[in-house]
C-alpha cells in the first residue's frame, strides 16, 4: 500500500488495509508497449533489480531509516525497500540542487536529522527508533512533525522541517517512482513516446488505468 498523511489518524497496518480502486492494473503489462522507449526500459529494471546495499548510513543508522519509512508506508520494514534508494542517492551525492539557506549541506541535515530521530526516541522510550513498537515509533515521527522535540539533539536543524521537506518527502518521491507505486494510483509512467493527449480533469486515454470503485470512472 501506498503512503499515509501523516496528520489525523494514527498509521498503522491496520488502517491501510484498504482496496485500490486500480488493484487489477499493473504498469508493467505496457512494458512492450509503445508507451515505454529503451531509456524507460533500463531506468524501470533498475528499479525492479535488487536494491543497493547501503553505503551512506552506519547499519544502525540505516535499521531507523529503514523503520521511519515503514511507518511512513505503512508497510514492512524493508518492503518495499525505499531506505536504500534514499541511502543510494546520498552514498552518491544526489540531491534536490536546493536548500534552506539555515540548512546544513543535504548529507549533513540528513545526518543529523536521523541522529536527532534516535535521540528522541531514546529520550522518549529508552530505546533506539528501530525498536520501538509502530504506536511509539508514530508518536516519535508525529513529534518530529509538530518540533516537539529535543531540538539540541538536532544540532540545529529544524525537525519538522527535516520530517516534512526530508524524510516524508523522500519517502514518498521514491515510492511513486517505483512501478508498484505507478501502479497503485493508476499512473500509466513517463508514456514516452507515446504521450497524453486527453489531460483535462476527469478524463484519460484508452490505454491508461482504468477506475473500478463500483462504476467506470468518466473518460
Not at 74 to 95: F, Q, S
Amino acid at each position: 500500500m501506498g503512503p499515509c498523511t501523516f496528520g489525523g489518524a494514527s498509521a498503522t497496518m491496520a488502517e491501510r488495509v484498504v482496496p485500490s480502486p486500480y488493484r487489477d492494473y499493473d504498469v508493467l503489462d505496457k512494458w512492450s508497449s509503445q508507451s515505454f522507449d529503451d531509456v524507460t526500459r533500463r531506468v524501470l529494471a533498475q528499479r525492479l533489480g535488487a536494491p543497493p546495499e547501503p553505503r551512506f548510513f552506519a547499519p544502525a543508522e540505516f535499521r531507523n531509516l529503514e523503520a521511519a519509512c515503514a511507518r511512513l508506508l505503512a508497510a514492512e520494514p524493508g518492503r518495499p525497500p525505499i531506505a536504500n534508494w534514499i541511502d543510494a542517492d546520498l552514498a552518491a551525492h544526489r540531491g534536490e540542487g536546493f536548500r534552506h539557506p539555515d540548512m546544513p549541506h543535504f548529507e549533513v541535515a540528513w545526518r543529523d536529522g536521523m541522529r536527532g530521530l534516535d535521540a528522541e526516541a531514546r529520550r522518549r522510550h529508552d530505546r533506539a527508533f528501530a525498536d520501538l513498537d509502530g504506536a511509539e515509533q508514530d508518536g516519535v515521527l508525529r513529534a518530529l512533525q509538530a518540533g516537539d522535540v529535543d531540538s539540541a539533539a538536532f544540532a540545529g536543524v529544524p525537525a519538522d522541517r527535516f520530517f516534512t521537506h526530508m524524510l516524508l518527502k523522500a519517502t514518498a518521491a521514491r515510492y511513486y517512482g517505483s512501478p508498484e507505486g505507478w501502479s497503485e494510483i493508476g499512473f500509466g509512467g513517463p508514456a514516452s513516446p507515446r504521450g497524453y493527449v486527453r489531460i483535462g480533469l476527469d478524463r484519460r486515454d484508452p490505454w491508461e488505468a482504468p477506475l473500478r470503485s463500483g462504476r467506470e470512472a468518466r473518460r
